[in-house]
Every structure is written in structure tokens, then in C-alpha cells.
């Protein structure tokens, strides 16, 4: 079968020898190669047609990779500028709390603070998806002279107190923890009572001040400091504004929403009170440590 195939083409190859042969005896060879052009016209257009779409093909590639490449680079460098900005931001905000702080210190000349990081927050269930902090962790603890029972302050008032204490670390009851009381003072009216967190009004961010006298002279937009009885926390820590004001039948005492001065949403540096000299009222001064039992 393949001798006879190559028969076959041998015979073909020998047949257009011959006519080319004779076409170009005759004269014709010019008109053979333009029939050849013409027969063969199809099939070169179709060759060049075919190397220019590979061409194509392959610069539309290419230019799909250079402008990943570009893509890529510009991704890298808008994530560069995200990371300038908020390194910029975050020493912003830093540089502003050591103002602050520094401005704290200067005001009361009787504490002594030690600044920390909030690095973690155990947070409550809030009324619309807000959630406020119970508990903080922070960057500080014994090393640094940190001791439970020791008041927690921002620069717009108390935080709360030291709980537990790590060597490099230690945790914070808020103002808003069901475990967190107070004496509080009503700084207009001078009316005592206990600032105490109340399952009942968390959910709003509030707190309760309780044992209030039945005829308490306390309103809404009183500012609420801290009394300085019971020898944890000194006299004066602004702690929060009285939200409403409510009679207690069953204790036949007065009771107040308080809502906290210290942002309890978005806290990041704190400070704690390491010691200070114990007033109740301004009117005498005792020398101690911040450090005591839990009010």
C-alpha cells in the first residue's frame, strides 16, 4: 500500500516536471508562474492573516500583563499610603492623649499617674448594636507599680478600678460593670450617694447613683464626682451627668440615671491613679495610696 502510494507520487511529481519542462520551452513560463501566484494567492493572504492575529494575540497579552503589573504596583503603593496615613493618625492621636495627659498631671499635682494601652475590652450588649466596655486590659502591672484597687482616669474622668494585676499587665472593672460602686457627690447640690453599674440600664451605657436621701435635691444635668469616702478614690473625679431622676418606693430613696463622662466605646489610653493625697470634701488632706480595698 505505501509503494503504491509513493508510485503514485512520484508519477505526479514527474507529470508537473514535465509540464513546467514544456510550458517553458513553449515560451510560457511567465504565465505558469502567475497561475502558480494565483493558485497560491488564498493561501499566503491566509498565512499572513494568521501571523498577523498571533501578533495580536500576543501583544493584547502582553499588554493584560503590564497593566496587572501596573495594577499590582499601584495596589502596593495606595496600601503604603493607607498604612503613612494611619501611622499618622495614630501618633496624632497619641501625641494629643500626652497633652492631655501632661495637662492631667499638671491640674493635680497630688496624683501620681502611670499611662497604659488599652489592649483588649470586653464589651456588653448595647441598645442598637452599640456595645460598651466592662472590662479593659492594659499594658501595665505590677513592674510599674500598678496594685488592685487602684482608680482608673482618662482625661474626661474615671474609667474605673484595677481588678487583677499581671506583672506586665492588669485588668480593669468600668464605671458600667454590675461589680463597679462608687461614693459619688452631686457637684452642684452636694448631695451623697453610691454610683453603682445596674444590669438594667447597661444596655443604654448607664449607670445608677443610688441611696439617694427621698427629698434629694439632684436634676438632670448635675455632674457627678466622686466623693472621696471609702478611701479608694480621691475627691473630685468627675464621673458622669445625671440623665433622669426617679423616686425608689420600695426603698423610699431617690435614684438617677448617670451617664459616664469617659468614652466607654472607644477607649485607648488610659491612665492609673498610683497615688494621691485622700480628701472627702477639700476642706482637710490626708496623705496615702491610691491603693485600697474595693468601695
Known sequence: MKSKFFRVCICIALCLCLFTGVFA???WGSLLRQVGSAVMYPFSWLAGKTADAAAGFAGYFRDIRDLQAENDALRAENQSLRAGLLDAEILENENSWLYRYLSM????EDWSLVSCAVTATEWSGGSGGQSYAIQLTLNRGSSSGVAVGMPVVCEAGLVGIVSEVGVGSCRVRTVLNTDFAAGAIDAR?????LWAGQFASLPSGNAVLTALAAEADAAVGDVILTSGKGGVYPYGIPVGRIASVSANAYSRTTEATVTPFADLTN???VAVLTD???YTDGS???GGSGAGDSP
Open 276 to 278: 494621691y493625697v485622700h
Open 105 to 108: 498631671k499638671q491640674e493635680r
Open 284 to 286: 482637710h488632706w490626708q
Open 189 to 193: 447640690s452636694g448631695e451623697t450617694g
Open 25 to 27: 520551452v513553449m515560451g
Open 267 to 269: 477607649l485607648r489610653l
